[in-house]
């Protein structure tokens, strides 16, 4: 009998004052009796609404239904034959506006937990099973991928699994991208993004770290050296800033560096090679998922009052509910409607304050959020010996200077076919926050997905 409750099981969490000074996993995951209740509420759809809402197609019912019978392993088999990173997309993915906003179980009530399915699935799969991934036979064929994010590694393990000869090339020293610099080791674990970089190894991806493609090689080489197809998949790394005075002192960070010390250079352990100043007051502006992930390592790394600086209310903050409901819970304070107009200190004593002004909400603009004007007058003073600029980023420009014939917008984003990835360049696909600019990892990976599957075609179509 379907189990008709309206509201999605509850999963475990650390509760707030404990988990506010520790980076271990905020979410604990459900039990298997947990797991069997929640897909017990599926109502295995005939013409599967949900699978609509996945950029990687999941073929999300026939899943549940293993879940539901205990048949975890058979769970992990159907995931895995759409998604190459399992345990990450049940943890970061952000459902609520996808898969489970088109599950109709969500009409009269809550939708199905399909997030939290899944990641119970990839993390039952992982502490169980001991079958050996085997690479796979060679079709004679090099391709090479530029970032080891999620665009990059979806794309290669797509194309290992038709037999290709996948190297991917990774700037910095660590493969993950976003994963393992962007998202905090509370919301992903690093060992888990490790586990399913490994089995793309095991499937015979070869990653290569510490290359700079546009410095230490160019793409063009990557051709030279018999690579036959390009796909660029190297994320949204260069940070925005607001362009405000006192910007330029010590003590304000952008976002991207602010976490790529704290989640890849481990800065909250004692003995850190790059530890993050200590401070005690830190105010962080923007209002999507980078701020609050920003907001609440600030928080665990002892600081005594974090703010997240909005220009707009609540209701139109980019980030995901569930991370700004945790943030509160945690203790962030959020300062709504407030915009800073300029960073205060001295070169000597770094960052002292931020003077802030009042914001009103007007008509709505080209985003259909309504427009923040300053309140005249509004000015005040807010305390703080660090700052925080989560307002964005863009693709940086090392590949597309380096590469001739490869357009790109205004923003610097590289040009692609929405559904190949093909850019102007022949055998080059893109895809992923370096095609759209930052956006989610569960889009970079459908991009790398498509990619691959139009590389295949390409090369298949070429003459040996």
Known sequence: MANMSLKKLDMPVQEPEIRNSNFEEVALGYTPEMAMEEAERCLNCKHKP????????????????????????????????????????????????????????????????????????????????TEQVKPIENNGRKVAIIGAGPAGLTCAGDLAKKGYKVTVFEALHVAGGV????????????????????????????????????????????????????????????PSFMHIPGENLKGVYSANEFLTRVNLMKAYEKESDTPVKACKNVAVFGGGNVAMDAARCAKRLGAENVYIVYRRSDAEMPARREE????????????????????????????????????????????????????????????????????????NPLIRSTTEGLETNKWGCIIAEEETGLTTR?????GGDAVTGAATVILAMGAGKKAAAAMDEHLQGKSR
């Open 426 to 430: 022949e055998g080059v696909y893109a």
């Open 324 to 395: 700004i409901e945790h943030a509160k819970e945690e203790g962030i304070i959020f300062k709504n409607l407030t915009n800073p107009v300029q960073i205060l200190g001295t070169p000597q004593e770094g960052v002292i304050g931020v003077e802030c002004v009042s914001m009103a909400l007007g008509e709505p603009d080209a985003s259909g959020r309504r427009r923040p004007i300053v309140v005249e007058g509004s000015n005040f003073v807010l305390d703080i010996d660090c700052a925080i600029m989560a307002i964005g980023t863009s693709p």
């Open 179 to 238: 994963l393992v610099y962007g998202i905090p080791e509370f919301r992903l674990p690093k060992a888990i993004v490790q586990k399913e970089i490994d089995t793309l190894k095991a499937m015979g991806v070869e990653i290569c770290t510490n290359m700079v493609i546009g410095k230490v090689l160019s793409i063009d080489e990557l051709f030279e050296q018999g690579y036959e197809g390009v796909f660029i998949g190297s994320g949204a790394g260069l």
């Open 50 to 129: 949900c699978v609509s809402g996945c950029p990687v197609c999941v073929e999300i019912p026939a899943f549940i239904e293993e879940v539901k019978k205990g048949e975890f392993e058979k769970a992990y088999e159907i995931i895995k034959e759409t998604s190459a990173l399992p345990a990450v997309c049940g943890r970061v993915c952000p459902q609520e506006t996808q898969c489970e906003a088109k599950c109709v179980r969500g009409i009269k009530g809550e939708a199905v937990a399909i997030g939290r399915l899944e990641r119970f699935v990839a993390d039952y799969h992982m502490a169980n099973s």
